[in-house]
């Protein structure tokens, strides 16, 4: 089956500028036209695509994606370089969720802080503000 640029969108959930960027990037290899010029995708090249948002939300740069690209294209031969920039992507991910759940733990805390401190069980105390005697 072939898909128009706008099928290729709803398929893979890009907008049209996007898709269409990524084309004139060539980061869609071997786009195929129809007869009336218009650019059309075939099943491969939609799974390549959805590959391309997968990348893009692991913080892939285009510049990184056209390298990684590059290698896919050569064969398998590149697949241990492949999955050295896969691994090194996996390292950033996986640091970025443990900065976000520290981020998470504090919200947490805070809450119950305040819970704890609008109910009376606690007193209220800030970092921000001095201590209060109780002379």
Known sequence: MLYTMKQACDETG?????????????????????KNNYRVFNDKDIAWIKSLSCLKSCDMSIV????YLALCLKGESTIPERKEILNNKLKELEHK????QDSINYIHWKQNFYNDVLSGKTKYYSNLTPIESDD
Not at 15 to 34: A, H, Q, S
């Open 14 to 34: 890009l907008t049209y500028d996007t898709l269409k960027f990524y084309c004139n990037e060539g980061l869609i290899p071997n786009v195929k036209r129809d």
């Open 97 to 100: 969720i443990n900065k976000i």
């Open 64 to 67: 990184e994606m056209k390298e």
